[in-house]
Structures are given as C-alpha cells and as structure tokens.
C-alpha cells in the first residue's frame, strides 16, 4: 500500500466552499464536519440561518426556552437532507456529579475535537428548562457524502479544509463565519477565483 493512498479523515473540521461551487445549498458554505470515514461524511452547515429563531422552534415541538440567551439565535439549515429533522451540536455537557448518566442524551455523536452532536429531543428538553449545553448550534437537516464522494469534490477544488476552530461556530457573527473559516488558511475571499481546478 503507497502512502498517497492513506485515506483523508476531515473529521473535526471546515469544508469551505469554492466560489465556483455553485449548488443551491452550498454556495459561499461553510460546514462543520462531524463524521468523516471511508463510508462517507456528514457535516452541518454552520452560516446559513433560516427564518426560524430558536424561540419559534421550540414553541413547534411545545417546549418554551427558558434560556434568554438563545431564544433570539437562529437555525441554521444544516443541509438539503432531512430537514424536516433537528440536530444540536453542542459543547459537551460537564457532569456535575460522579453521575454521569445525566450528562449523556439518547442519540448523541461523540465528535473528536470536542463537540457532541445530539438528535434526540431530551436535549432540547434540557435547554427548555435552563440547563442543558452551554453553547449549541441548531440546525434543520444535514449534509452528507457517500463513499468517496466528499473525496472527488475535493479533488475536483470544490471544498478547501481547515481544522475546525470553535470561536468561529459559537463567538462569530454569522455573516463572517465565511471569512473567518477562510482566515484560518490565511485567505481572504478575493483571493479565491472561480475557475480554480478548471484549466
């Protein structure tokens, strides 16, 4: 086996998308992978709000949200697939006690890289009462790429990728969530043309 064959795990990190990748979804994107293996990827949208507040969802599935802080944030679409379906990814949350059953929820991803990507609505019951995560990302569907598939996009320069950095999910104002991820690589959007890979 040669070394230049050694599979990529993007897992924990930004797919910046190209300016030449013009799909609906994923125009001027910038998604946080949380899984990435041979069999594919999954990733959530991180700078695309939709209309919906926090607030407004939870008063959709019959929970208030005590927690000021969060009730104006945004959710963000996550990806064109099952979006009628909520995913919180979150800080883990620390165990108060040596108990530490309470700090776990039923469907929870374990992200290397430090962050939880929770589906199951005993999250958001948590976040209803106050508790919960402190820093959460709400989105409506996900993206995700199949075996191989994220890895001929990327050769194709549809995606550059840099390690995740947190302060750009949780502490960047949405609109420069794309020029931060960008600035990570030490690029700024000007710098990137259209017609990268396609001489």
């Known amino acids: 086996m040669s070394f230049d064959s050694a599979p990529i795990n993007l897992t924990h990190h930004f797919l910046i998308a190209m300016p030449g990748l013009e799909d609906e979804s994923f125009a001027r ?3 946080y992978l949380c899984e990435h293996s041979e069999r594919g990827a999954l990733g959530l949208i991180i700078n ?3 209309d919906i507040t926090l607030k407004g969802l939870f008063d959709k599935v019959d929970l208030s949200l005590r927690r000021e802080d969060l009730r104006s944030e945004p959710v963000f679409q996550g990806g064109p697939v099952q979006t009628e379906r909520g995913f919180v990814l979150h800080e883990p949350m620390l165990a108060n006690s040596a108990d530490t059953d309470e700090s776990a929820y039923a ?4 992200i290397p890289g430090g962050l939880e990507m929770t589906t199951s609505k005993d999250v958001l019951e948590a976040l209803s009462t106050g508790a919960g995560p402190r820093r959460v990302l709400i989105t409506l569907g996900y993206s995700s790429w199949g075996e191989g598939q994220l890895e001929s996009e990327l050769a194709e320069n ?3 990728t840099v390690g ?3 302060s750009v999910i949780f502490d960047t104002p949405v609109p420069q969530r794309y020029d931060r991820a960008l600035g990570l690589l ?4 000007w ?3 259209p017609e990268a890979g396609h001489a």
């Open 29 to 31: 994107s910038v998604v």
């Open 48 to 50: 695309k709000p939709s």
């Open 107 to 110: 469907s929870t991803m374990t």
């Open 158 to 160: 549809a995606w550059l």
């Open 186 to 189: 030490g690029l700024q959007a």
């Open 191 to 193: 710098m990137l043309s």
């Open 164 to 166: 995740a950095d947190l």
